[in-house]
């Protein structure tokens, strides 16, 4: 992407987000799912990608069947699907930052994302989570996140500072200032979803987002489908649809956790086993050979 494309995406982002901050609930709950379900969704749109084709048969049967069990955990104990989530996430979003970035920093993200929206928006981030889990929030409980989320922000600043880097500053203010569904939502396009993407397109040997796009837009145009019918389902529950769109996205991001991590990367480099390149086959790594090892040419050969 163009860096006067990618300004463009970004100022974009930042009116709707602005705009969705002073509209109501379901106002902030639409730009959640645009930004959460739609666009957030495309890096995980690929997983099925970075899978060895042997492998690909056993890795939908786990991953179908990681997601049927967490919308059946949603509909039957969302109080305790909800902690449970929040922290899978946290975990998941601190191990996709870059690894030359320290523990503390990474973890910093990781309890960020998910905090740091508590800090000064507390009765509406109380609010969300009731509706999410179906029984209001413990104090304690509430008073920790706060904690966290303030000390995860300082931390994210001072990174920022240290760093120059004005992206981060900017994106983890969002997180302190707008309202928790949209700060979270920005937050998670700018400092997850979106490297997250660009990283996939990469892995995959894709010259462009388009190219990307045309690989994944099968599977992602599936997965919008799925989540708008669990929040339909979910309609009957917990009539604002902040319960069905916490379920829809568990119900697809549960399994790109904890399914795809043992199915498409090498464990020992982070990096998926069968990358593709730009026409679409598999590449598989050949062996170096050492220099000492190659014959030397004898004059006259034909090369």
């Known amino acids: ?4 494309a990618l300004a463009l995406g970004r100022g974009v982002l930042a009116g709707a987000a602005l705009a969705a901050s002073f509209g109501s609930l379901g106002v902030q709950l639409g730009f959640a799912i645009l930004a959460i379900g739609v666009i957030g ?9 970075v899978v060895p084709p042997p492998k690909r048969r056993s890795f939908l049967a786990l991953y179908g069947g990681v997601s049927l069990i967490c919308l059946a955990w949603w509909s039957a ?19 996709e930052e ?14 960020g994302l998910i905090a740091i929206p508590a800090v000064l928006h507390p009765r509406g981030y109380e609010a969300l989570l009731t509706l999410a889990g179906g029984m209001p929030v413990p104090s304690p409980v509430l008073a920790a996140l706060i904690a966290a989320g303030g000390v995860a ?5 001072l990174r920022a500072g240290r760093r120059r880097d004005p992206l981060l500053a900017i994106t983890t203010a969002a997180l302190f200032l707008l309202p928790p569904l949209v700060g979270f939502s920005v937050g998670f396009l700018l400092l997850h979803a979106l490297p997250q993407t660009d990283e996939r397109r990469r892995r995959m040997g894709c010259a462009s987002h ?19 019918l669990v929040v339909t389902l979910f309609l009957h529950v917990e009539a604002s649809g902040i319960r069905g769109l916490f379920a829809a996205i568990a119900a697809l991001a549960m399994p790109h ?15 998926p086993l069968w990358p593709r390149n730009r026409q679409g086959s598999y590449r598989v790594p050949l062996p170096r050979i050492p220099p000492t090892m190659i014959p030397p040419r004898r004059e006259g050969a034909t090369p």
């Open 77 to 95: 104990f969302p109080a305790i699907a909800l902690p449970l989530f929040l922290i899978a996430s946290a975990l998941h979003f601190a191990a």
């Open 1 to 4: 992407m163009t860096r006067p």
């Open 98 to 111: 870059d690894a030359a970035i320290s523990r503390l920093q990474r973890g910093a993200l990781g309890v």
């Open 153 to 157: 922000g300082g931390l994210l600043f």
């Open 257 to 271: 956790l904890l399914v795809t991590p043992a199915f498409g990367r090498d464990r020992t480099h982070g990096r």
């Open 210 to 228: 388009r190219a990307y796009l045309r690989r994944t837009g099968p599977i992602l145009g599936a997965a919008v489908l799925l989540a708008g």
């Open 41 to 49: 969704m495309a890096h995980g749109a690929s997983d099925l990608a």
